[in-house]
């Protein structure tokens, strides 16, 4: 029996894919409501918008860090991977609030 067939690894394999779905989802998302605020004449100008673009990628590149980290560790089994998702815990609330802004 081949290694990919094994129902574990096919599972494994559609997590993986599902993850980066949303993960590429939420940024378009994100960087399509920046987009749509910045032209609203209405909406108060509290910063360039290419700001909040920046801000939105780094957010979702702290996510994807994250995600990334915690799937090798679960594989791996070595807690040193898991330092990617220490750091998106620590950093995320501040990114978010940037991004809000």
Not at 24 to 31: Q, S
Not at 40 to 56: E, F, I, K, T
Not at 70 to 79: D, F, I, K, N
């Amino acid at each position: 029996m081949s290694k990919l067939s094994a129902p574990q690894t096919q599972l494994s394999l559609v997590r993986l894919i599902c993850i980066a779905c949303v993960a590429v989802l939420v940024g378009n998302v994100l960087r399509s409501a920046a987009i749509l605020l910045a032209l609203d004449p209405a909406a108060p100008q509290l910063g360039h918008p290419r700001d909040a673009l920046v801000n939105m990628h780094q957010l979702l590149h702290l996510v994807v860090d994250a995600e990334t980290g915690e799937r090798v560790y679960l594989l791996a089994g070595e807690r040193v991977h898991l330092e990617a998702f220490r750091v998106a815990r620590d950093q995320y609330r501040e990114i978010l609030a940037a991004v809000a802004l």
